[in-house]
């Protein structure tokens, strides 16, 4: 059993900062990759950033040059600075992660998501 507890989430207005954590707990062997996801009211959940255990990215081209992903593999935490936030950028942001288990299988766990608004 995993569980991912995202925190960071807030208010804030056009062009500000934000920062976003995801910290994993319980029985963890090996982590794949983690990635943050999106979903707006109306909208599919749609994927904003990924990173993977060997240390390769993957973003959005509607975030490129503004999010960055990044890993604390001591804390087992993930974040996702995100820069010039824009009002469209507004949504639930929803940690993700595979892992592997003690018994070698391969597992996704999602975070329960935190809200992100960025007013104009």
């Known amino acids: 059993q995993v569980q991912l507890v995202e925190s960071g989430g807030g208010l804030v207005q056009t062009g500000g900062s934000l920062r976003l954590s995801c910290a994993a707990s319980g029985r963890i062997f090996s982590i794949n990759d983690m990635g943050w996801y999106r979903q707006a009211p109306g909208n599919q959940r749609e994927l904003v950033a990924t990173?993977?255990?060997?240390?390769?990215?993957n973003y959005a081209d509607s975030v490129k040059g503004r999010f960055t992903i990044s890993t604390d593999n001591a804390k087992n935490t993930v974040y996702l600075q995100m820069n010039r936030l824009k009002p469209e950028d507004t949504a639930v942001y929803y940690c993700h992660s595979r892992q592997t288990d003690f018994d070698y299988v391969l597992r996704e766990y999602w975070g329960q998501g935190t809200q992100v608004t960025v007013s104009s």
């Open positions: 990173i993977t255990r060997g240390g390769s990215t």
